[in-house]
């Protein structure tokens, strides 16, 4: 029989968009070729094919069974009400509904249950939720997560292409001797790093990114009392965000039971042989599928067996988004949603 072919469409072609195409080529996902909008109209050129790109309107969307969104919140929130009326499914990557009700904030091998709640439109977590939560979310449901803390080591392009190419533009203008543009990040990247991602929250001067690891950890975990604390700090390097976790369970753990449990999961590979240099890094992990989890021991800061550190690396932009919004896209066609 064949198989039935899905008409996608996709609505920003930055860091996260370009991904997007290639996931979809290279997982031969069922679609014909991708009708691309972004801004504004020209021809885009991603592996071997050229795409002509049209500005998203709500007139985009008729007759599309999916549409991937890698635009910003603006863009998802003023475009969402054409995508439902087209009667198309909106998987977005925006911060615009993660935390709506209403929508399900999925990261299949975490919670795909959730897909089958959903109203037309899916949210993606935050990058470097979904990173944690790939690694996190085996253990959680073997013995039960009571508190994490996290610091974070996140790439330039986890603020799209302009975070990239500036750290590139630095590195280029340092080696010519040139006075270095500073204007996607706060202040110089090279040789730096900044602990400052998002707004701050004047309220707990926690940051945005931080408070969105702990309110969508809490939703998709099912969690609502979930004890988390982090800090986000982006780092000089081009791709691939890594995580310290520090990690509290209800039930005894030990380093041996947990790299057990994330070997038989998917979307993680324990890389955890540090004698011989083995341990997640991000050159490691880019452009990989799986999270790399590591470095993992007993939290020595306690008496009792249910602490544990670990570290992992992922690739934001492929684990942390493009890849977590194909694999929505082939939860909905497997549980018969779309
Ligand atoms: N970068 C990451 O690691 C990462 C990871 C997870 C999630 N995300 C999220 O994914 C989304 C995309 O991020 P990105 O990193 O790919 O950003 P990016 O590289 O800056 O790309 C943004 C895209 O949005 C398009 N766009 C802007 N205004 C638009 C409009 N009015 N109508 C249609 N398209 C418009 C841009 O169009 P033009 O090309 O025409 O300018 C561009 O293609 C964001 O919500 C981001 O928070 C990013």
């Known amino acids: 029989m064949k198989m039935k072919e899905y008409k996608v469409g996709l609505v920003g072609v930055g860091a996260v968009g370009t991904e997007m195409i290639k996931v979809l080529k290279e997982r031969k996902f069922p679609c014909g070729k991708v009708h691309v909008f972004a801004s504004r109209e020209r021809d885009e050129k991603i592996l071997d094919e050229t795409y002509h790109v049209m500005p998203a309107t709500e007139k985009s969307f008729d007759g599309l069974d999916i549409v991937l969104f890698a635009g910003k919140t603006d863009v998802a929130l003023a475009l969402k009400d054409a995508v439902v009326k087209a009667g198309a499914k909106m998987i977005d990557n925006s911060r615009a509904f993660r935390q709506d009700p209403e929508v399900p904030l999925v990261v299949p091998q975490v919670n795909a249950e959730d897909l089958d709640w959903n109203k037309g439109v899916i949210a993606n977590p935050n990058c470097t939720t979904a990173i944690m939560l790939e690694a996190v979310a085996p253990l959680h449901k073997a ?34 001797g040139k006075k270095l543009t500073v204007k996607a990040f706060q202040h110089q990247l090279m040789y730096n790093l900044i602990p400052h991602i998002d707004k701050f929250d004047e309220t707990n001067w926690y940051t945005l990114e931080e408070l969105k690891m702990r309110n969508e950890a809490r939703k998709m975990l099912h969690h609502p009392d979930l004890r988390l604390s982090c800090t986000c700090v982006r780092v000089p390097i081009a791709r691939a965000h890594s995580e310290s976790l520090n990690l509290e369970f209800e039930n005894d753990i030990t380093p041996e039971e947990a790299r057990e449990i994330l070997s038989g999961s998917e979307g993680v590979r324990v890389v955890d042989d540090p004698l011989n240099g083995g341990y997640p890094m991000p050159l490691d992990a880019t452009a990989k599928y799986d999270v790399l989890a590591g470095r993992i021991r007993q939290d020595i800061s306690r008496d009792d067996k249910k602490g544990l550190d670990m570290f992992v690396s992922g690739d934001q932009l492929l684990r942390g988004a493009a890849l977590n919004a194909v694999e929505i896209a082939e939860h909905l066609i497997k549980r018969g949603l779309v």
């Open 143 to 176: 013995k039960g997560l009571k508190r994490l803390v996290a610091s974070t080591y996140q790439a330039a392009s986890g603020a799209g292409a302009p975070g990239l190419a500036e750290l590139e533009n630095q590195i280029h203008e340092y080696a010519e």
